[in-house]
């Protein structure tokens, strides 16, 4: 059983769509990252929330951060082809230092 | 940040066969994570490598199987012993994110394993 579920596990879509990404809990997190993993390297940080309730923004990527801390999403607005990877979702849970990955969503957009 | 290189980037091993995997990080760090990413799937971790002491390992992972060490806070080593084609994987070395910053992970390039 994953402690970390992800949804969906992958995802076709068209440029220019929209799409979200959920990652859920019944654990309480101090902190969750989301990763972007493209073919042939490692994962790199997107982003880190913290706070329950928190909104953060990257250019067309929004995150958000449960106000329990249970859950997040990753929201693209206008996906381009160049936002093709496996995303993942990861966090520590409170009280605790090691970090636990969701088990991703491997996003394909298409021209 | 932290600049994380891994070695070997990739190799093909036949069975039977032991590997060791280098990793060096550009500044000090406490501990040092290796985790295992089999095709398509997300990260597993393997052990906790910590200078001066006993890798600290996860279940289902063993230190006959994958012996690390840690010589000095910027580097380690993972070995995955008596390969088997099951052992065929991406493994990745970490570090936490710099101060304040408690959860984040940067990572190595990784090394890709084909074990026939």
């Known amino acids: 059983t994953q402690l970390l579920e992800q949804s969906p596990q992958f995802l076709s879509i068209q440029e220019g769509e929209n799409l979200t990404v959920y990652c859920n809990s019944s654990?309480?997190?101090?902190?969750l990252q989301w990763y972007r993993q493209e073919p042939g390297e490692g994962p790199v940080l997107l982003v880190t929330?913290?706070?329950?309730?928190e909104v953060k923004k990257l250019k067309r990527l929004t995150f958000q951060f449960g106000d329990a801390r249970k859950d997040s999403s990753l929201h693209i607005t206008a996906a381009q082809t160049g936002d093709t990877g496996l995303y993942l979702c990861?966090?520590?849970?409170?009280?605790?230092?090691?970090?636990?990955f969701g088990a991703g969503t491997r996003l394909f957009v298409k021209a | 940040s932290a600049v994380i290189s891994q070695k070997p980037s990739r190799d093909i091993c036949q069975r039977g066969t032991s590997l060791t995997i280098q990793c060096q990080v550009d500044?000090?760090?406490?501990?040092m994570f290796w985790y295992r990413q089999q095709p398509g799937q997300s990260l597993t971790l393997i052990a906790t490598?910590?200078?001066?002491?006993?890798?600290?390992?996860e279940s289902g992972f063993v230190i006959d199987k994958f012996p690390i060490s840690r010589p000095n806070l910027t580097f380690s080593t993972l070995t995955v012993s008596n390969m088997s084609p099951e052992d065929s994987s991406i493994y990745l070395c970490?570090?936490?994110?710099?101060?304040?910053?408690?959860?984040?992970?940067?990572f190595g390039e990784g090394s890709r394993l084909t074990v026939l």
């Open positions: 500044s000090q760090v406490t501990m």
């Open positions: 990861a966090g520590e849970r409170a009280g605790g230092f090691k970090t636990i």
């Open positions: 970490s570090v936490h994110g710099g101060q304040g910053n408690t959860g984040e992970l940067f």
């Open positions: 654990s309480v997190f101090s902190s």
């Open positions: 490598a910590n200078q001066g002491s006993e890798a600290t390992y």
């Open positions: 929330v913290v706070t329950g309730g």
